[in-house]
Structures are given as C-alpha cells and as structure tokens.
C-alpha cells in the first residue's frame, strides 16, 4: 500500500511539472500523504511493528514441543577402563551368594551353604583387584530429544500476553508518530499561507502609498501641500518596501520548511487550500472525555501497563514447579559397550527451592514497576487534561479576537478611503494617510494572525484527541 501511495504521488509531481514547468499545486491533503509517505520517523516506525509482529508469531512455539538433535564424535586418548578396586568386596560376596544358592539348589544344609559361601568369599579375597579395560576409543553418538511443556506456572501465557502488548505499543508509537506528522505538515502549511497572504498585503500597502507619493507629488505641484510633506511620503514607501521583502523572505523560509518536511523536490509550491474561518462548536467536558479514551499517549501507557502485568507474571511463575515430558530416541545405539535403548519417555518436574533471594527481589521490583507505570498514567492524563484546557481557550479566544477584528478592519479600510478623498481635496494631510493605511495593514495583519492561531490551535487540539484528520476535513471543506 505504502509503495502504491508513493508511486501514484511521484506520478502526480511529473504531470504538474509537465503541466505547470517548475511549479507545482500542493494541497493539504496531498502534502499530508506525501509526509505520511516519505517520512523517515514513520518508516522507521513501520520497521519496529514488523519486528513486533515476527515477535508476537515466535512467543506462540512456546506452547508447542520442541525437538532437538543431538549429534557428534568423541575420540579418547587411551581405552577406558573399569576399575574393581572400590567394587572388589562386592563383587566377592556376590559371588559368595551365587554359591550358597548353588548348595541351596543341591539340597545341601545351611551350614554348608553358609561354609560354601565364606570359602569362596576367602579365596576370591587373596585375588588382587584390576581394571577391566574397554576396547574402544571412538565414540559417536546421535539422538533426537523431544520437549513438550506441561505447566510452567503460566509463564508461556504471560510471556505470549506480553509479546502482543508490545506489538500493540509499537502500533500505538506508529500512530502517535503519525499524528505528530500530520500536525507538523499542518502547522507548516498554515504558517506558509498565512505568510503567503502577508505578502499579498504588503504588496497592496506598497502599491498604496506609492501611489499616495505620487499624488502628493501632484499636490506640491499645484500647491496644495508644503514640499516637505513629501518625505513623510517617501518614508512610509521605504518602510513599505523594506517589510515587503522581509515578508518575502519569511514565505520563502515557510515554504522550503514545509518542502523538506514532505521530501518532496526543489518545485515551487502553489498552496491552494485557502484559509478561511469556519466557526466549530466545541465543548470542553467532551473535549476531555474523548482525549481520555483516544489520545495515543495513554493508549501507549496503557500497553506499558500491560507489558508489566505480564512481567510481573513471569517473575511470579518462578517460584511455581515447572513439568515437562521429555521423551528421548537414540540414532545409534549399539556402538557403546553397554546397548542403549531404542527410547525413553518421562515427565520431569522442577521446582527452585531457594535462589539467594534473587527472584524475590526481582518479583518486588516487577510489581513496583506496575506500580510506576499506574502513576505514569495519572499524571500522564492530568497534563492531558490541562493541555485541552489550555489549548480549548486559545482556540476560542483566537476566535473571539479574530471575530472582533472583522468590524475593525472593515472601519479602518473605511478610514483610509476617507482621508484619502479628503487629501485628494486637499482637506486633509498626507500624515493622516499614511497612518490610516497604517493602522488598516497592522488590523488587517492581526485579523490573519488570529485565524492562523485559531486552526493552529484547532490542529493542536485535535491531534491531543487522537483526530488530527478533523482539522483536514474542515480546512478542505
């Protein structure tokens, strides 16, 4: 899917440079598949859920027997040897026996029997003892060992539990890493149209008091005003110019920003997603029960939790016995002085009974680590909590100022069509003028910066609810 999207998006960049030379129309949602694409955070990410899974899968041969082979080459230097020394005296009543039962059989008394038996134990005695000697110094052996665990004290199912919470923490990190995305193209485009726009109105101010310093070139020519007047003019044209370019600037700025954020090729970017207000009814109460249920940082601390119940689980199950059948087939098994068995079978139990204290500690240490993560969480959702707070009141009081800035710009582009008729009939001055368009631009300025910080507020908000795909719906709208 990955390289389909990538593929379609690379196609899109050869027909708009094919179409339109070196520019190129960007959307917001084409920007926003372009990074969820190219981005190296999120390719990384993908990589760690791959692991996980491959993970997930192997947790699940724990529950199934494994079967081993066992093979190899022995070589001893000298012939092994049997040593009687410490075995003589039973090998000598042994024998001893062997001869009373023989007297018994005849049908002799026991107190022959018992004479028979000390007479072969004495003269057995005087014989020296001496090792019996294995001709034999190559050995190979090859067998095949079967292990099926029966009861581990549940430390399978925990360590199975605990591989699919990770793999479910790595698709929450995928997410969050997402959503970070999103709202970084977000932010980086908003503030590319908004400069965009403040270019445009610097042009429109520039191309104001120019044409304000020609007319009062014309008034000095027919007298209506003093010639110095004329610097107040050619000042506010500099100025003009000066915050043109260095609006220029800051776009050009914006736009490679939001260029290397997508990855995209050195194309001049026409961002055609205009930002225009749309009013959006937000309750706080809801705003905080979805960003309790939905925000992806509680869903990842929520899988750390998990991983350290199951923990805790493999720790506990040190100290329940362990039973596994084993069951065992030699290869080869006549090529040994004594012949092994074609096979073995058994059920084997293991139990520690003392350890040093080691796995005590470690299970304390596991259930502190629960503990840990618990606090993590309340902490983690009271800053989450306060975050939606803050950012819920920014939007509003973004929207606020934004909507109280549209009569206050309306009235001062009205000002400025009025001094500007009154200097044409030589009622007013040039000073009046140039300080209504003044304070038309610094209106018109903070009018677009209020609804830059609306969305950017907006876009904030939402991906701390889990939804950075809102505010893109409602900017294309």
């Known amino acids: 899917m990955k390289t389909f999207l990538l593929t379609i998006f690379s196609l899109s960049l050869i027909i708009a440079s094919a179409l339109e030379g070196e520019e190129m129309m960007l959307s917001l949602g084409n920007a926003i598949d372009s990074a969820l694409v190219r981005n190296h955070r999120i390719q990384q990410q993908e990589e760690v ?22 093979a190899g080459y022995t070589y001893l230097s000298d012939n092994p040897a049997f040593n009687t020394e410490k075995i003589k005296e039973s090998i000598d009543d042994m024998f001893g026996d062997y001869g009373a039962v023989m007297a018994k059989k005849l049908g002799l008394s026991p107190w022959t029997q018992q004479m028979i038996h000390d007479e072969i134990v004495e003269g057995l005695s005087e014989l020296p003892s001496y090792d019996i000697e294995i001709d034999q110094k190559k050995y190979a052996n090859a ?13 399978v199912v925990a360590g199975k539990r605990y591989a ?26 908003l503030s590319a149209i908004l400069l965009g726009d ?54 050009t700025l914006a736009v490679s920003a939001l260029r290397t954020l997508l990855g995209l090729p050195a194309y001049t970017l026409n961002l055609y997603t205009p930002l225009q207000f749309k009013d959006v009814a937000l309750d706080l109460v809801d705003l905080k029960d979805r960003a309790l249920t939905q925000n992806s940082i509680l869903k990842t601390i929520d899988q750390k939790q998990r991983m350290a119940e199951q923990a805790f689980a493999v720790e506990r ?28 079978v058994g059920v084997q139990l293991e139990m520690n009974l003392f350890h040093g204290f080691k796995k005590v500690n470690e299970l304390k240490s596991a259930k502190h680590l629960i503990r840990e993560v618990k606090i993590a969480k309340q902490y983690a959702e009271s800053e989450i909590m306060l975050l ?36 044409l009939e030589g009622l007013g001055t040039s000073l009046e003028v140039i300080d209504a368009r003044m304070l038309y631009s610094a209106a018109a300025i903070e009018r677009m910066l209020s609804l830059y910080e609306y969305y950017s507020s907006l876009s904030k908000l939402y991906m701390t609810l889990g939804e950075p795909n809102e505010i893109v719906q409602l900017l294309q709208k």
């Open 317 to 344: 199950a040190g100290f329940l016995p362990k039973i596994l059948a084993v069951g065992e087939y030699n290869i080869i098994r006549k090529n040994y002085p004594m012949v092994l068995p074609r096979y073995s």
């Open 49 to 70: 859920v791959l692991q996980k899974e491959y993970l997930n899968s192997a947790a699940v041969g724990n529950f199934l027997p494994s079967v081993d082979l066992f």
């Open 198 to 251: 403040v270019v445009r109105l610097r042009e429109e101010v520039l191309s104001g008091m120019e044409e304000h310093e020609a007319q009062a070139k014309r008034a000095i020519e027919i007298g209506v005003i003093s010639p110095p007047e004329i610097i107040r003019a050619q000042v506010a044209v500099a100025n003009a110019e000066r915050e043109l370019q260095d609006a220029k600037n800051e776009h």
């Open 388 to 423: 939606v707070e803050d950012l819920y009141y920014k939007t509003q009081n973004s929207k606020t100022r934004y909507l109280k800035l549209i009569p206050t710009v309306n009235l001062a582009k009205k000002n400025l069509s009025i001094d500007e008729k009154r200097f």
């Open 164 to 189: 699919l919470a990770e793999l479910e923490l790595a698709h929450e990190d995928l997410v969050k890493i997402k959503n970070e995305v999103i709202n970084d193209v977000i932010q980086r485009y």
């Open 143 to 155: 067998n095949l060992v079967l292990t099926q665990p029966l009861f581990l004290g549940g430390e």
